[in-house]
C-alpha cells in the first residue's frame, strides 16, 4: 500500500490569512501532496511578555473555520501536545511514529531554508524527510542538496504583522483573510487594543 503523502506547513497563523491559505494549495499541488497539515505554533513560553499573539485555541479555530471548505489542508494542534520549544525534528519524530501509513514533507520558506543549517538536527531532518522549499521576498535560496525540491509558488504580498496593524489603525481587511473569519479576526485582535 502507498503512503499517503503529507506535507507540514507550520507557523504561528496569527492571524491565518488568504495568502496562507493559496500558498498551501499551491504547494500541495505542485510538491504532488495528498494532503497539507496547517501546523498551528503553540506560543512560545519566552516570548509571552512582548507579543500580540492571540492563545493557541483562538488561531486553530481561526485556522479550522479558514480552511473548513478545502478539502486537502488540515489545521492541526499536534505541537500542543507536545514539549516546550517544539522542535521541528522533534514534531516530524512524533508524527511519523504517531501516523506510520503516512509520508511526511516539511514545507518551508526560503527564509527559513536560508537559516535551516542553525536549525535543531537539521541533517537529520535531510536524511529523514523531503524538503519543498518556497520562495520569499528578498531571499536567495541559491543550490539545494538532494532531497530538497525548490517550487515557484505565487507571492502572495499579504502579512499577519499587516493585518494586526490594520485592525490596529481602525482600516479594513476584507479580502486579506477569508469572509468567513474576517468578523472573528476583527473581534479577537481589535481587543488586544482598547
Given at each position: 500500500m502507498q503512503k499517503k503523502k503529507v506535507g507540514i506547513?507550520?507557523?504561528s497563523f496569527n492571524p491565518i490569512h488568504t495568502g496562507h491559505i493559496a500558498l498551501a494549495k499551491s504547494l500541495c499541488q505542485q510538491a504532488g501532496l495528498d494532503e497539507v497539515w496547517l501546523m498551528v505554533?503553540?506560543?512560545?513560553?519566552?516570548?509571552?511578555?512582548?507579543?500580540?499573539?492571540?492563545t493557541d485555541k483562538l488561531r486553530l479555530e481561526m485556522a479550522e473555520q479558514a480552511i473548513a471548505d478545502e478539502p486537502k489542508?488540515?489545521?492541526c494542534d499536534y505541537e500542543f501536545h507536545m514539549p516546550?520549544?517544539?522542535?521541528?525534528?522533534?514534531?516530524l519524530q512524533a508524527l511519523s511514529q504517531d501516523f506510520p501509513h503516512v509520508s511526511f514533507t516539511l514545507l518551508?520558506?526560503?527564509?527559513?531554508?536560508?537559516?535551516?543549517?542553525?536549525?535543531?538536527?537539521?541533517?537529520?531532518?535531510?536524511?529523514?524527510y523531503p524538503i519543498v522549499v518556497y520562495p520569499r521576498k528578498g531571499c536567495d535560496i541559491g543550490k539545494v542538496?538532494?532531497?530538497?525540491t525548490i517550487v515557484e509558488t505565487p507571492l502572495l504580498n499579504i502579512s499577519s504583522t499587516e493585518i494586526r496593524q490594520r485592525i490596529k489603525e481602525g482600516k479594513s481587511i476584507h479580502g486579506m483573510v477569508p469572509d468567513c473569519i474576517e468578523p472573528l479576526v476583527m473581534q479577537y485582535y481589535s481587543n488586544q487594543h482598547p
Open positions: 506547513f507550520g507557523g505554533s503553540p506560543m512560545n513560553p519566552f516570548k509571552k511578555e512582548a507579543t500580540d499573539l492571540l489542508l488540515k489545521a516546550k520549544p517544539s522542535y521541528t525534528w522533534h514534531t518551508i520558506g526560503g527564509d527559513n531554508w536560508a537559516s535551516f543549517d542553525k536549525w535543531f538536527h537539521h541533517e537529520d531532518i535531510l536524511s529523514h542538496p538532494s532531497g530538497v
